[in-house]
């Protein structure tokens, strides 16, 4: 079964500086999608990224990138120039190439001071 | 357009009650999807619906659990006897192709039941 793991409950930014989100997956899988969501306190889900498997390059959306690492199952968020409007829960979540559910991580819940 | 809708926003009930939750999807979306969000067990897939197939009930945690789609459209949760442990927010959400590459599912704001 595919499990995805997100190691660092809280996290914390200076506004304007750089943090990185770390997210790792395990699947038996070649071809499956990863996806970044942003939950703010009004419970809404927002898609912040995606990044299909068979892409080497990395996925890029304005201020947010991620570093996907296949061979290590790794799939890492950058937020760069931090806002204070980034503040709010993201999880990685997971989904194979059949289509259906999202496997979810635990959540990093990430705070911007100002 | 409007995006997916659930109601209630909130629900309290008393253990051993009946609770029925609405999701409306995005319209002309073929798939609805139900989650839960709990402070143990984080976020979890409880069931999906895909056009006229055969439902994806393999996340529903227990038979007190049923949902289902009507018309291919709106969608009800049923949770029947309420236990405390069924206390969290339930998130819905609707997606136009899943099989597509480009799919994104699409989440509404969630029902917060409290079983007291």
């Known amino acids: 079964a595919q499990t995805v793991t997100q190691s660092q409950p809280e996290m914390s930014v200076q506004e304007a500086e750089t943090v990185t989100l770390s997210c790792t997956y395990d699947?038996?899988?070649?071809?499956?999608?990863l996806f970044w969501y942003k939950q703010p306190p009004s419970r809404q889900m927002i898609l912040v990224i995606r990044q299909e498997a068979y892409k080497q390059q990395n996925a890029t959306e304005n201020r947010f990138s991620v570093n996907f690492q296949k061979a290590a199952k790794s799939f890492s968020l950058k937020i760069s120039d931090s806002q204070l409007g980034d503040a709010a829960m993201y999880f990685c979540a997971y989904r194979d190439n059949q289509g259906g559910k999202l496997i979810f991580g635990q959540g990093t819940e990430l705070s911007v001071k100002p | 357009g409007a995006g997916v809708s659930q109601s209630p926003s909130n629900k309290v009930t008393e253990k051993g009650k009946d609770v029925e939750l609405r999701c409306d999807p995005i319209?002309?979306?073929?798939?609805l999807y139900w989650y839960r969000q709990s402070l143990g067990q984080g976020l979890e897939f409880l069931i999906y619906?895909?056009?006229?197939?055969?439902?994806?009930k393999s996340g529903l945690p227990s038979d007190r659990f049923s949902a289902e789609r009507t018309g291919g459209s709106v969608s009800t949760l049923t949770i029947q006897r309420t236990q405390q442990e069924d206390s969290a927010v339930y998130l819905c959400?609707?997606?136009?192709?899943?099989?597509?590459?480009?799919?994104?599912?699409?989440f509404g704001p969630g029902t917060r039941l409290t079983v007291l």
């Open positions: 619906f895909q056009g006229n197939s055969a439902p994806d």
């Open positions: 319209s002309g979306h073929t798939a």
């Open positions: 959400a609707s997606s136009l192709r899943p099989r597509a590459s480009t799919d994104t599912q699409y």
């Open positions: 699947t038996s899988e070649s071809d499956y999608y």
